[in-house]
């Protein structure tokens, strides 16, 4: 699409007003959106709950593989002189970090999901914001070792 073609279609698209955007529904039998809207916004509490739940059943899973993680140490012992063991211990507790983020995470988030399910009183950007403060919160780990660059 050239440049031409996109500023065409962005004057068609302002000169028609602002459309009214419904993903709940699709198009009634005639095929317009904007017909088969009924105007208000439906939410089914028990979804939000249901996706709560799920997200922080996640939990169990991550606590599985974080025990493997754990019993994969074993027997490692002293690290010192050998570089291959250190890198490995740096590994090791790199994703240990990592992997009990994730926990916290999906705890967190599954909360989150399931309060709003249980009073949806907060508004989009209230929820909005409780989402963005998990994304600062639980931002990925620094890569630990290894080449940060090609090769």
């Known amino acids: 699409m050239s440049w031409d073609e996109w500023e065409q279609l962005k004057a068609d698209a302002a000169a028609g007003g602002s459309a009214p955007m419904q993903l709940n529904q699709a198009p009634s039998e005639n095929g317009s959106w904007a017909e088969s809207a009924s105007g208000d916004m439906k939410s089914d509490k028990k979804a939000w709950v249901k996706a709560g739940d799920s997200v922080t059943g996640l939990r169990t899973g991550v606590g599985k593989a974080l025990v493997k993680l754990a019993d994969g140490q074993t027997g490692l012992g002293d690290t010192s002189g ?3 063991a250190v890198a490995q211990k740096q590994l090791y507790d790199s994703w240990k970090k990592y992997v ?3 926990s916290d995470r999906c ?3 599954g ?3 399931q309060k709003v399910g249980h009073d949806l009183s907060k ?3 209230e929820v909005k914001a409780d989402i963005e ?3 600062v919160t639980y931002k990925d780990t620094e890569a630990v ?3 940060t660059g090609g090769r």
Do not use: I
């Open 82 to 84: 050998c570089r291959s």
């Open 111 to 113: 909360g989150l999901l």
């Open 133 to 135: 403060k998990l994304e």
């Open 107 to 109: 705890a967190a988030l």
């Open 123 to 125: 508004s989009d950007q």
């Open 100 to 102: 009990g983020d994730v």
């Open 145 to 147: 070792g290894g080449r």
